[in-house]
């Protein structure tokens, strides 16, 4: 049974700072492709930050770049969304989420949600100004 917990977030004033970390269960993340989804009150949900480590790449949202860092820890299989000089829109639920990553044929976009299988319960943050 495949698991993915959040742990993490809480509140901070603007400028802060706030780590929210993803820990796996059933698969390794190594072999994922895993993002952070965010969503603010009465939005939709989006995409943060997207890891794929076969790939040896990372991708930020334009908003998030600069001040949002995403890794991985192999040895304890989470993924970690360092947010840095946070902002009152950064304010919501951070939802993790995995696919398999596929090197070779399907193509898939890693912004999307539909892309996504395994998904995590959510954290919240809140900044205020």
């Known amino acids: 049974q495949v698991q993915l917990v959040e742990s993490g977030g809480g509140l901070v004033q603007a400028g802060g700072s706030l780590l929210v970390s993803c820990a796996a269960s059933g698969i390794t993340f190594s072999e994922y492709v895993v993002a952070w989804f965010r969503q603010a009150p009465g939005k939709e949900r989006e995409v943060a930050a997207v890891?794929?480590?076969?790939?040896?790449?990372?991708w930020y949202e334009y908003s998030v770049r600069g001040r949002f860092t995403i890794s991985m820890e192999n040895a304890k299989n989470t993924v970690n969304l360092q947010m840095n000089n946070l902002k009152p829109e950064d304010t919501g639920i951070y939802f993790c989420a995995a696919r398999r990553e596929t090197l070779h044929g399907g193509s898939y976009d890693y912004t999307s949600q539909t892309s996504y299988v395994y998904w995590g319960q959510g954290a919240r943050v809140t900044v205020s100004s």
């Open positions: 890891i794929r480590p076969l790939r040896g790449d990372t």
